[in-house]
């Protein structure tokens, strides 16, 4: 049962940014996000207007025991997946409060923010040629691969062009890039 504090978190309003939460644990969790809807309509029994609605509004579910469901459908994906040992009480309090998980916070070391605070324009020069490359294979990184994965290709490509001093444009490094994507469309990455 949600205590009174956190139902009135359940308000659109009071839920800042929670649909790139949610976004981010269905990542985690292996769900592509062509399939976003199809989960929601599978761990919460909504319709499928009432989960697009969720995805449109980028809100919770109106009702307490909707979110419920859905926080513990993505507890056990999320488990599964990661082999990790997560909790319905982390993942309410990730999604409504941005309070971060702890075991998921340990995996996701893929940070190009020490990157962009010694070379800004390269390293955005980088991910520009990453998603010409990406644009190249008839990828979208939208919705093609998960999140979790383009953040993973960006550390690893704008890592490899600085410690190696390496040229963006050459052939090697898009030839990298179209290698990590390939792994990525086959969820070996």
Known sequence: ???DSTKSELTP???LDFYQRLELLMSEAGI???GFIGFLVAATGLSKSGAQRIINDKRP???NDVFLLLANALTDAVNAKKEAMITVDEVVDYLLKDKQIKALQAQDNFDVSEYLK????LTSQIIIKIENV???MQINTATDIRQQQLKLIHFRIIAY???NQANYETQKVTNL???LFELAKQNLL
Request: aromatic share 4%; charged share 30%.
């Open 13 to 15: 309003a009071c839920a």
């Open 177 to 179: 890039i179209e290698s």
């Open 61 to 63: 579910p109106k009702r």
């Open 118 to 121: 010694i070379d800004p324009v």
């Open 32 to 34: 592509h996000s062509r």
């Open 161 to 163: 062009c600085f410690k």
């Open 134 to 136: 990406a644009r190249g």
């Open 1 to 3: 049962m949600l205590s």
